[in-house]
């Protein structure tokens, strides 16, 4: 079983920076594929971006392409998500993701992931 931590969420002005942080425990997860959704009330939950077991692929959603980085770290079970230039609807509870068997062409589909955080709070005000 894989447990994972998220933090780094908070309160930030439109055009600042937040980087978010999840922590991976319970097994290795260096062949999982990774990704963070977020999600509004109301509201589906959204794929922000995504990163294969290697980092050799990597996915982002149109609307943060360009400001958003993810990257992950094997050795110390980590995976982050540096957010630029964020903007008001940016806003959402951010959750990490992690699957053993998800493919690149399924990365956005938050069905595909068995493993997920308890989220963590992004707002950005304008």
């Known amino acids: 079983q894989v447990h994972l931590i998220e933090s780094g969420g908070g309160l930030v002005q439109a055009g600042g920076s937040l980087r978010l942080s999840c922590a991976a425990s319970g097994r290795t997860f260096t062949n999982y594929a990774l990704a963070w959704f977020r999600q509004v009330p109301g509201a589906e939950r959204e794929f922000v971006a995504a990163i294969n077991w290697n980092g050799a692929i990597i996915q982002y959603a149109d609307s943060v392409k360009g400001r958003f980085t993810i990257s992950r770290d094997n050795a110390n079970n980590m995976i982050y998500l540096q957010m630029n230039s964020l903007r008001p609807e940016d806003t959402a509870v951010y959750y990490c993701?992690?699957?053993?068997?998800?493919?690149?062409?399924?990365?956005?589909?938050?069905?595909?992931?068995?493993?997920w955080g308890q989220g963590t709070q992004v707002t950005v005000s304008s």
């Open positions: 993701a992690a699957d053993a068997w998800v493919t690149a062409q399924q990365f956005g589909e938050s069905a595909k992931y068995t493993h």
